[in-house]
């Protein structure tokens, strides 16, 4: 064999194992998880993974996660823009930890939907949203975790968050927004029961935070909506009625 022909052979030969490795590293832009599935997977409807931490790292920015089936999927920190969708019973249940922790991007969107977040009385915090452009928590239900069940301590001005039609119990907190002087926070909870929390329901804290809320009740909590340092909390359109907590009254419509 010509010294040309075993040039070519070669040249082949890499590309060939190029091509056999690009596939099992490329990330998709729907991946699939199942209570029967394996991390080890591809994520892949017809190969679902067992985790959500499992298919966030084979899911592209700007993806999705949807949920094939009812299970428990683990808690997962979130560095990207990315969809995490259920119509099934989609259990995040942890012990001691955080649940969800969202890290993004500072153009990075979030939207977690149909998510059933367990803290068994032991877990901190239900939701995290540490940095990022927005997070929108719909149709999701947060029960006893033993600091919030939504912590909005964003560091980037102008960052947003969205809670609608969305159920929190059983916390020390319900949704706590914390901002540092000077950044501006904005939280919108729409259609929601925060209920049982020990200490507040909704508190805006910080000189630039505000909490605007409609629809929503707030039960049995030792302060239903709080607001410090400067932040403001504000009832729109129909009534926010606050029923049997400590500082609560029915709102008027706005």
């Known amino acids: 064999m010509n010294k040309l022909a075993i ?15 690009a596939p099992a590293s490329a990330q998709a832009t729907r991946t699939w998880v199942s209570g029967v599935g394996d991390d080890a997977n591809p994520c892949s409807r017809t190969a679902p993974c067992k985790t959500f931490a499992g298919a966030i790292s084979k899911t592209a920015g700007g993806g999705e996660i949807n949920v094939l089936d009812p299970g428990g999927f683990g808690g997962v920190t979130i560095t990207k823009s990315i969809t995490i969708r259920s119509t099934f019973e989609a259990g995040v249940l942890v012990s001691g930890t955080n649940a969800i922790i969202v890290q993004a991007g500072v153009n ?44 909005f301590s964003n560091s ?52 630039a935070t505000s909490i605007n809320y409609a629809n929503t009740t707030v039960t ?35």
Request: charged content about 10%; some cysteine; glycine content about 18%.
């Open 7 to 21: 040039s070519s052979a070669l040249l082949g030969g890499m590309v060939a194992a190029m091509l056999s490795v």
């Open 108 to 151: 990075d969107n979030v939207i977690l939907q149909g998510l059933d977040i367990e803290g068994l009385g032991t877990g901190i915090n239900g939701i995290r949203f540490l940095t990022g452009k927005s997070l929108t928590v719909d149709h999701c239900w947060i029960n006893k975790f033993t600091s919030q069940g939504i912590d």
């Open 156 to 207: 980037q001005n102008g960052a947003s968050l969205i809670v609608k039609d969305t159920v929190i119990t059983k916390n020390a907190g319900g949704i706590v927004v914390t901002g540092a002087s000077g950044i501006a926070l904005g939280a919108v909870v729409i259609n929601s029961v925060l209920d049982g929390q020990t200490g507040v329901g909704m508190q805006a804290n910080g000189n």
């Open 220 to 254: 049995n909590t030792g302060v239903a909506v709080s607001t410090v340092n400067g932040g403001s909390a504000t009832s729109w359109g129909p009534s926010s009625m606050l029923i049997g907590a400590g500082a609560g009254t029915p709102q008027a419509f706005k």
